[in-house]
């Protein structure tokens, strides 16, 4: 791969519902992937940012997304749902959304960004920690509030 491109998904096309319905299942085995009224809500929120990653043809192949939102301590920032191709894999796409998150949030204001990883995706994590992201010693707790 020659270079990736990296842009911020302002209006939905059948290009971007196709590939976040092919991304979706390489990140989480349990999560089905969004619905085209799903992802039009994701695209239409002014409190997230859907970013493509764009090989030189123009196909995607990487997405997450960034959350964005203020409370009382700070603008702060979330990232979810990093996904790179598998064949993708292992050529900057990743690194290239991390950066391009954190430069949004950084223009958006936000004091902090943070993101999970799970133990078993190594390769992400490391690539996380090599961006700078450091893990913190807190508890993450889950309340699961509906099913489906």
């Known amino acids: 791969m020659r270079g990736v491109k990296v842009e911020i998904a302002t209006t939905l096309t059948p290009a971007i519902v196709d590939a976040v319905q092919r991304l979706v299942p390489q990140v989480s085995s349990s999560a ?8 039009g809500e994701i695209v239409g929120s002014p409190a997230t940012d859907l970013f493509i990653a764009l090989d030189d043809d123009g196909t995607i192949i990487g ?4 959350a964005t939102f203020r409370i009382p301590t700070a603008m702060r920032g979330w990232i979810e749902d ?4 598998e064949a993708g894999r292992g050529q900057g796409v990743g690194t290239a ?6 430069e949004r949030a950084r223009e958006l204001g936000c004091k902090t960004i943070e993101l999970t990883s799970r133990p078993a995706r190594e390769d992400a994590n490391r690539l996380y920690q090599r ?5 913190r010693d807190t508890n993450v707790y889950r309340q699961v509030l509906a099913t489906g």
């Open 32 to 39: 089905p992937p969004p619905t085209t009224v799903e992802l």
């Open 63 to 66: 997405m997450a997304t960034l």
């Open 82 to 85: 990093v996904t790179v191709d």
């Open 97 to 102: 959304l991390i950066l391009a998150m954190v």
């Open 131 to 135: 961006l700078g992201f450091v893990p």
